[in-house]
């Protein structure tokens, strides 16, 4: 069965300093892979994705990622966050069940940014 | 262009009322999901469809159904809601229902059952 793990549930961190947010994720197949960015009180919304290729993505508003399958990770990073990057990110797969594509979210990571 | 619209915003029913949370998209898009967002469980799904005219079942769907007779809605109903099913929902869509599509989020229907 496939599944992602997000380990922290939040993440405090001053503005301009680096952050990275873990994701693990278990499957027996190949994967694809999301991060998605959940502003408050505002639906979720594309970061980056990891199809194939080279294994460090780039995002929006300065973030990335790298998919590194031995240790089944796709941790998400920013050199210098802001206080606008305060917000729910969340990690998912995609995996193919029955016929339709379906996304498996973690259970999120709330990063806090302060001035 | 607006996305995708959900209504209500948020919404106080009564335990045993029936309760329908409207999704409606302008992308054309072919699929369309609807979740459940619960405070450390994440977003689970409730229902999909590929296309108008299919529905299916996600990881959560009892005591929910939906319909799809357009491209552009997607209706959730609770026929007869219950506390379980206090949760903020959320729609989205994808242009098809494929491994690698981006899906897109409507706002959310914040839903409080007494």
């Known amino acids: 069965a496939q599944s992602v793990t997000q380990l922290d549930s939040q993440v405090p961190v001053f503005e301009e300093a680096p952050v990275e947010l873990r994701c693990n994720y278990s499957s027996s197949v190949s994967v694809y892979l999301f991060w998605y960015v959940q502003y408050p009180n505002q639906g979720l919304q594309l970061l980056l994705k990891?199809?194939?290729?080279?294994?460090l993505v780039k995002g929006i508003n300065g973030f990335e990622a790298e998919f590194n399958k031995s240790q089944t990770s796709f941790h998400l990073r920013k050199p210098s966050v802001h206080i606008s990057d305060t917000a729910e990110y969340f990690c998912?797969?995609?995996?193919?069940?029955?016929?339709?594509?379906?996304?498996?979210f973690g259970t999120g990571t709330r990063l806090q940014v302060f001035p | 262009i607006a996305g995708i619209t959900q209504a209500p915003t948020s919404q106080i029913l009564a335990a045993g009322r029936r309760m329908t949370l409207r999704c409606t998209q302008d992308?054309?898009?072919?699929?369309m999901y609807w979740y459940r967002q619960d405070l450390g469980l994440g977003l689970r799904l409730i229902h999909y469809?590929?296309?108008?005219?299919?529905?299916g079942k996600g990881e959560v769907p009892d005591g929910y159904s939906v319909s799809r007779a357009n491209t552009d809605d997607f209706p959730l109903t609770l026929a007869s809601a219950v506390p379980s099913q206090t949760s903020v929902y959320f729609c989205?869509?994808?242009?098809?229902?494929?491994?690698?599509?981006?899906?897109?989020f409507g706002p959310g229907t914040r839903l409080t059952v007494l």
């Open positions: 990891y199809l194939s290729g080279s294994t």
């Open positions: 469809s590929n296309t108008a005219g299919t529905t």
């Open positions: 989205a869509s994808s242009d098809s229902s494929g491994r690698t599509d981006t899906q897109y």
């Open positions: 998912a797969v995609s995996v193919l069940s029955y016929n339709t594509d379906k996304l498996i």
């Open positions: 992308m054309r898009h072919n699929a």
